[in-house]
């Protein structure tokens, strides 16, 4: 397929790799033009504008959040403009709710198909081709998307016809990892200040009850205290938090305990942590226990 990306970072651009080795056509803009030359290296078209990156079979963008996706969706030389009638946009992104019913009423007035398909999976997973793809929205976009969808997922969750449930999906389950990191920080605060090994202890807990992903993932981030390079930073961290709360709060549904982690992320940027992994949120909690 002739596809577009759009936002070659920490994950897009393993992912727009990914497409080519699957041999797609791939045309690639980022706002940072270095990074789209080393794709082009790669074998991939360089755009010199978002709206140059609209003329292929579908789009996809891959940026950091709401900000980034109203600039390429409404600013200079966008997407929204270029897209042909028909044409598809799967945006990747971890974006608001609201943000993506906006684009879903944006795209749907002219005509084209627009996909929520938001990722679990840091960067190691994009570069493995093994992240898991939360998708929302037209079922002629969906199976338009599948070819796509292979080179870059492991496994695909639909969520019906209404994009933003993928987003919502998405909130809920990056919130619930962030509690998990909050949690774990509680806990390996107050064996460390026991005397207790971190990394035994995070041995005997994901070789028994806890034998899950995150808890193996960041309990050694935690454990060794290897908050760089950061496969997902605390900034990022924030902004989903903020977003999960947004929507929470749209649809009138308390949640304290996102309440708590959001303010240990506001301390971690207060410090100047923003750029560390978002496990660094433990740091927080472990310098509160005089650690
Ligand atoms: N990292 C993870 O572990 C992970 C896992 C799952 C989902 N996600 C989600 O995936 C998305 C991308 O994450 P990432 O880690 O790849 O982020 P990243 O490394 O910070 O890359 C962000 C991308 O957005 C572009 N961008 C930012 N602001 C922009 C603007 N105003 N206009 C145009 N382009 C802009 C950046 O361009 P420049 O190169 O010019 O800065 C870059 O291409 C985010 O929504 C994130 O929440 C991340």
Known sequence: ???GFIGLGHMGEPMARNLLEAGHEVTVFNRTRRKAEALAEAGARIAERPA???RGDALITMLTGDEALEA???GEGNILGALPKGGLH???STISVALSDRLADAHGERGQLYLAAPVLGRPEAAAAAKLFILAAGPADGMSRAEPLFKALGQQVFTWG???SAANLVKLSANFLIAAMIECLGEAMALVRKGGIDPRRYVEMLTTT???AP???TYGAIIADEKFTPAGFNMAMGFKDVRLALAAAEASRVPMPAASVVRDHFIAGLAQGQGELDW???SRIIASNAGL
Request: hydrophobic fraction near 60%; proline fraction near 4%; charged fraction near 20%.
């Open 1 to 3: 397929m002739k596809v």
């Open 52 to 54: 140059d990156a609209c």
């Open 72 to 74: 390429v969706g409404w």
């Open 90 to 92: 799967i945006g990747m």
């Open 161 to 163: 016809d209404k994009p």
């Open 209 to 211: 009850l806890f034998a």
């Open 214 to 216: 995150v808890y193996k």
């Open 279 to 281: 496990a660094a949120l």
